[in-house]
């Protein structure tokens, strides 16, 4: 099957640009290439499920399911699932992402309903290859019972995924900066030196989101996101 769609490769691309506005939701990604020069890392922990704000949990198992599809845990690092970007796509449907309540509902019913008539089962117990299967259809806009169609809903989900992998960790994804480590990106910093400028050089990361910096008033800020709670201590 080819599945050129969820390349880690051409979505870095897009990650890269939108993963430096660091103190708003941005992103970039989706699936896995490994590089023979890549080094073997090590399994990713299972990521933590946590208490849901938005979403029901038959929505989420199936939220979860998909997000780790598009952007999978691989050599390079972790993915989506470890990033928690259907954590920070169920929080932000209550605020920021409110207007796509709605679609999430009828989009994330579709894709039972497709998978059941398919693959002969939900989504979330489909194999790797069955649920990849079904996403390219929704890609392709050939998979049924969507509204407006697929290719709309797979859209908006690999767009909220990207933000969840690359978003400053206070809007509830890009957990313990994986999304910010595997660009290479060093974090927010209030100012450089002309050496940290160089082009040979390659900063540490400082694993701090925007909202650690009292300038950008992180306990303001939390008060007008759904929950209260900043992600990025």
Not at 88 to 94: E, K
Not at 124 to 153: C, I, K, W, Y
Not at 203 to 212: E, V
Request: glycine share 8%; proline share 7%.
């Amino acid at each position: 099957m080819d599945i050129r769609f969820f390349s880690r490769r051409d979505l870095l691309r897009l990650g890269l640009a939108s993963a430096a506005v660091a103190a708003t939701p941005a992103g970039a990604l989706a699936s896995t290439e490994n590089s023979p020069s890549s080094p073997q890392a090590a399994p990713a922990a299972a990521p933590v499920r946590e208490p849901l704000e938005t979403l029901s949990a038959a929505e989420s198992d199936t939220l979860e399911a998909i997000v780790a599809r598009l952007i999978p845990a691989d050599a390079n690092g972790p993915g989506a699932a470890e990033a928690r970007a259907a954590h920070y796509i169920d929080r932000a449907l209550g605020g920021a992402l409110a207007a796509s309540r709605q679609s999430y509902a009828l989009g994330l019913a579709a894709i039972e309903g497709y998978a059941r008539a398919t693959k002969g089962a939900p989504f979330l117990h489909l194999s790797p290859a069955d649920q990849d299967a079904v996403l390219t259809d929704m890609e392709s806009n050939v998979a049924r019972g969507f509204t407006p169609n697929s290719a709309a809903f797979f859209a908006l989900v690999r767009a909220h995924t990207i933000q969840g992998m690359f978003c400053d960790p206070f809007y509830g994804g890009n957990a313990n900066f994986c999304g910010w480590d595997l660009l290479g990106y060093p974090g927010v910093r209030m100012g450089v030196t002309p050496d940290q400028q160089r082009m040979d050089i390659k900063l540490a990361p400082n694993h701090k989101s925007a909202y650690d910096y009292d300038m950008f008033r992180k306990a303001s800020a939390s008060v007008h996101f759904p929950g209260g709670v900043a992600n990025g201590d």
